[in-house]
């Protein structure tokens, strides 16, 4: 029986944690610099500049006005607006500094908690485990991560919820479940359900292990606390509620809303990247050979070729000695590598046929966390072992730190090449913006939007499949303007995540995105002001006026933008309103001429300019993320206004009287009966949100009531 560090190893442990995680990743060490991934600059960073700048205002972030026409924020699970560490960090830090504290934190959260799951759930030597746990958040797998701020911040939780499983099992103690129940919630706050989703895959496996093996306990007792851990299980559900209905309420709204083999194949390794076991230049393009298969970081499985030696020699241990729990481990990675292949071995369609919730999530290699964290377990068990029964002598225990130093080496020179050595300093950032935002100069009160024209490429579009155009389009997706300096918002998320309707939008404005002569009528009705458009890409609509050159390109004001406001009468006299509801049937029929019907049937007529009459009288500004205010000066009867068709708005008017507005088409929402003069009030209030908070709230009060009854009883 391995003893139990004492309080003052935990402090060295997490001081040299602190120390590998800090030199491992000193490009991160700085306020000014930022990751430049493609996802933590055109995702993460733009998401979490809203969320300090709302926490900061005292409002919880519901809406994202700024990516296209807007769409849910708080919904979007990546946002992570319930996550507590990151209220605290960003009501401290600037936002930069925020996001490379929060990389930071989490990645040594992973190796303590990694050491502990070692140390207290598999007995390993402390020592060992901490030699063994350093490996983890310097591997090629967690490197790869550093961008991907929510997927981070859930496999840091990933051991903690393991160890908590496992001792809960084995010693039946409360703590344990609690402990369980609170990372379980942590991890489904930090918003990315995939992890979520493997890690409850790995406990319901090793659960029928141990359901089946264990002898310590009855039959009885098995089944009563495998019951209670699935009761935890709905309880953590219940805590992350705020967070969980709203993205299952909108999640139907998503691109992503789609599961079976195709997608889940999606991105599946190829079996050739094995080979990063022995080195990682082998998932990168050799000089002049781009052409080969796409590489991929998550394809990085290098964890150390001392670690990886360990390893196939724990295997002869563990096999000679016929240890089940560490045999079924490493069959269980094994398992996990076979996901990871994807559509590369027929076992695939098999597990998903069997567990077909797998079928929501693409990336099946992200599972290899997973195998990770059981083949650096294996490798410590074996040497601890041998440790134990006195198979070294003590001067070559003493060669244990030399061992970590040959790791951390071996993984810090293979590392330079891996994303986060390559950074954005802020004021590249921030010169970006300067240059656009002299240029464009609305005021403050204007909710206005920009737009990047793509074409030079119409045979792209006329030639490849609906699905390879789409694919296109979500890479190269407008660009909505940030007021208050924040960089371009890509269109991109994760999972079950809603956002625009993006196939509605591809439908609808498929015309603008590959036509030098761009519809200014229908960009004006998504509130489109400004485009983008590359230098050389002759733009022949007279009704986009030339404003400036930024960069690499020229933009465009649309002459024909009114607001994002419109009476409706004077609106149906020109556009036919339900010919711009795309649909996700259409999507999928129209595959090469698809967005034709878009060009051709909107129109009742064909006018020169958007008529005046058609926003006369009418302004709107956003007065915070989640409410904006209509004025009125002048006519009467029903207003549109460019939002999609996310349900949750509501429209309070000046006598008190309150209406749900009503979707007319994907990208607007009715207010019915408006009479000038007035001043109306539009709140996103999704009923998602009110149920998901109640029901945390409940939750949070039942487990500290319970908590509190329980340090009773133990005291009295």
Same mark, same amino acid.
């Given at each position: 029986?391995t003893?139990k560090?004492? =309080?003052?190893?935990?402090?060295?442990?997490?001081?040299?944690?602190l120390?590998?995680?800090?030199?491992f990743?000193?490009?991160?060490?700085?306020?000014k610099?930022?990751?430049n991934?493609?996802?933590?600059?055109?995702?993460?960073y733009?998401l979490?500049?809203?969320?300090?700048?709302?926490?900061?205002?005292?409002?919880?972030?519901l809406?994202n006005?700024?990516?296209?026409?807007?769409?849910?924020?708080?919904?979007?699970m990546?946002?992570?607006?319930?996550?507590?560490v990151?209220?605290?960090?960003?009501?401290?830090?600037?936002?930069?500094?925020?996001?490379n504290?929060c990389?930071?934190?989490?990645?040594?959260?992973?190796?303590?908690?990694c050491?502990?799951?070692f140390?207290?759930g598999?007995?390993?030597?402390?020592?060992?485990?901490?030699?063994?746990a350093l490996?983890?958040?310097?591997?090629?797998?967690v490197?790869a991560?550093?961008?991907?701020?929510?997927?981070?911040?859930a496999?840091?939780?990933?051991?903690l919820?393991?160890?908590s499983?496992?001792?809960?099992?084995?010693?039946?103690?409360?703590?344990?479940?609690?402990l369980? =129940?609170?990372?379980?919630?942590?991890?489904i706050l930090a918003?990315?359900p995939?992890?979520?989703a493997?890690?409850?895959?790995?406990?319901?496996l090793y659960? #029928?292990?141990?359901?089946?093996t264990?002898?310590?306990?009855?039959?009885?007792?098995?089944?009563?606390?495998?019951?209670?851990?699935?009761m935890?299980s709905?309880?953590?559900?219940?805590?992350?509620a705020?967070?969980?209905?709203?993205?299952?309420?909108?999640?139907?709204?998503?691109?992503?809303?789609?599961s079976?083999?195709?997608?889940?194949a999606?991105?599946s390794m190829?079996?050739?990247?094995l080979?990063?076991?022995?080195?990682?230049?082998?998932?990168?393009?050799? #000089?002049?050979?781009?052409n080969?298969?796409?590489?991929?970081p998550?394809?990085?499985?290098?964890?150390?070729i001392i670690?990886l030696i360990l390893?196939?020699?724990s295997l002869?241990?563990?096999?000679?000695?016929r240890?089940?729990?560490?045999?079924?481990?490493f069959?269980?990675?094994?398992?996990?590598?076979?996901?990871?292949?994807?559509?590369?071995?027929?076992?695939?369609?098999?597990?998903?046929?069997?567990?077909?919730?797998?079928?929501?999530?693409?990336?099946?290699?992200?599972?290899?966390c997973?195998?990770l964290?059981?083949?650096?377990?294996l490798?410590?068990?074996?040497i601890?072992?041998?440790m134990?029964?006195r198979?070294?002598?003590?001067?070559?225990?003493?060669?244990?730190?030399?061992?970590?130093?040959?790791?951390?080496?071996?993984?810090?020179?293979?590392?330079?090449?891996?994303?986060?050595?390559f950074?954005t300093?802020?004021r590249?950032?921030q010169?970006?913006?300067?240059?656009?935002?002299?240029?464009?100069?609305?005021s403050?009160?204007?909710?206005?939007?920009t737009?990047?024209?793509?074409?030079?490429?119409?045979?792209?579009?006329?030639?490849?499949?609906s699905?390879a155009?789409?694919e296109?389009?979500?890479?190269?997706q407008?660009?909505a303007?940030?007021?208050?300096?924040?960089?371009?918002?890509?269109?991109?998320?994760?999972?079950?995540?809603?956002?625009?309707?993006?196939?509605?939008?591809l439908?609808?404005?498929?015309?603008?995105?590959?036509?030098?002569?761009?519809d200014?009528?229908?960009?004006?009705?998504?509130?489109?002001?400004? !485009?983008?458009c590359e230098?050389?890409?002759?733009?022949s609509?007279?009704?986009?006026?030339?404003?400036?050159?930024?960069?690499?390109y020229?933009?465009?004001?649309?002459?024909?933008?009114?607001?994002?406001?419109? &009476?409706?009468?004077?609106?149906?006299?020109?556009f036919?309103?339900?010919?711009?509801?795309?649909?996700?049937?259409?999507f999928?029929?129209?595959k090469?001429?698809?967005?034709?019907?878009?060009?051709?049937?909107?129109?009742i007529?064909?006018?020169?300019?958007?008529?005046?009459?058609?926003?006369r009288?009418?302004?709107?500004? &956003?007065?915070n993320?989640?409410?904006?205010?209509?004025?009125?000066?002048?006519?009467?009867g029903?207003v549109? =206004?460019s939002?999609?068709?996310?349900?949750?708005?509501t429209a309070?008017?000046?006598?008190?009287e309150?209406?749900?507005?009503?979707p =007319?088409?994907?990208?607007m929402?009715?207010?019915?009966?408006?009479?000038?003069?007035a001043?109306?009030?539009?709140?996103?209030?999704p009923?998602s949100?009110r149920?998901?908070?109640?029901?945390?709230?409940?939750?949070?009060?039942?487990? !500290?009531?319970?908590?509190?009854?329980k340090?009773?009883?133990?005291?009295?």
């Open positions: 029986m003893k560090p004492k =309080i003052i190893f935990h402090i060295y442990a997490l001081l040299a944690i120390i590998c995680v800090l030199v990743y000193h490009p991160l060490v700085s306020s610099r930022l990751t991934g493609a996802d933590m600059t055109s995702l993460f733009p979490r500049y809203i969320l300090a700048g709302s926490l900061h205002s005292g409002i919880i972030p809406w006005p700024y990516k296209f026409g807007g769409a849910p924020f708080l919904a979007t990546q946002t992570g607006v319930f996550y507590p990151n209220w605290l960090l960003f009501l401290i830090f600037p936002v930069i500094t925020g996001i504290v990389i930071l934190f989490h990645l040594i959260l992973l190796g303590y908690f050491f502990l799951l140390v207290l598999f007995e390993v030597m402390p020592s060992v485990a901490l030699v063994f490996i983890i958040p310097l591997s090629g797998l490197q991560q550093v961008e991907h701020l929510a997927a981070l911040i496999i840091a939780w990933l051991p919820i393991i160890l499983f496992i001792r809960f099992l084995k010693q039946k103690s409360f703590s344990y479940l609690l369980f =129940i609170i990372t379980t919630a942590l991890q918003g990315h995939q992890y979520v493997y890690t409850f895959f790995f406990l319901f659960a #029928i292990y141990w359901l089946l264990d002898r310590t306990h009855s039959l009885k007792d098995r089944i009563i606390l495998i019951g209670l851990i699935v935890a709905g309880f953590a559900l219940f805590l992350s705020v967070q969980i209905l709203p993205t299952l309420a909108h999640s139907r709204l998503t691109y992503r809303a789609i079976g083999f195709g997608y889940a999606s991105f190829p079996p050739k990247f080979a990063t076991l022995i080195h990682p230049g082998f998932y990168r393009h050799p #000089i002049g050979h781009q080969l298969p796409f590489t991929y998550e394809f990085n499985l290098y964890f150390g670690p390893l196939i020699f002869f241990y563990f096999f000679k000695r240890s089940g729990e560490e045999i079924f481990l069959i269980l990675s094994i398992f996990f590598v076979i996901f990871a292949l994807g559509k590369n071995t027929p076992i695939f369609k098999i597990i998903l046929a069997v567990f077909p919730f797998l079928e929501h999530y693409r990336v099946p290699a992200r599972i290899l997973l195998a964290l059981v083949w650096t377990l490798s410590a068990k074996f601890s072992a041998i134990a029964q198979l070294l002598s003590k001067k070559y225990r003493l060669l244990l730190p030399v061992l970590f130093l040959a790791i951390f080496l071996d993984l810090f020179m293979n590392s330079r090449n891996e994303t986060f050595n950074t300093p802020v590249t950032i010169k970006k913006l300067l240059n656009r935002n002299n240029v464009l100069t609305p403050r009160d204007e909710f206005y939007r737009f990047r024209l793509m074409t030079r490429d119409d045979e792209y579009f006329l030639t490849q499949t699905s155009v789409y296109r389009f979500v890479r190269l407008p660009d303007n940030i007021i208050f300096s924040v960089p371009l918002i890509g269109g991109y998320e994760e999972g079950l995540l809603p956002s625009i309707r993006y196939k509605d939008f439908l609808t404005y498929n015309r603008n995105i590959r036509n030098p002569a761009p200014s009528l229908l960009l004006s009705l998504l509130n489109v002001r400004y !485009i983008y230098r050389d890409l002759p733009v609509s007279e009704r986009f006026q030339f404003v400036a050159n930024v960069s690499s020229r933009i465009f004001e649309n002459l024909d933008w009114k607001g994002a406001v419109f &009476w409706r009468d004077e609106l149906q006299k020109i036919r309103l339900d010919a711009l509801d795309g649909t996700f049937y259409r999928g029929r129209l090469y001429s698809f967005g034709t019907e878009f060009v051709t049937d909107y129109l007529d064909q006018p020169s300019a958007m008529p005046d009459e058609v926003s009288g009418l302004s709107v500004y &956003w007065k993320y989640n409410t904006m205010t209509l004025t009125a000066q002048e006519g009467q029903d549109l =206004i939002l999609p068709a996310y349900p949750g708005w309070y008017f000046p006598d008190g309150r209406k749900k507005l009503k =007319i088409n994907a990208i929402h009715c207010i019915p009966d408006v009479n000038s003069p001043r109306i009030t539009l709140c996103y209030e009923f949100f149920l998901g908070l109640y029901l945390s709230l409940c939750a949070l009060l039942v487990l !500290i009531v319970i908590v509190l009854l340090f009773l009883i133990k005291k009295h």
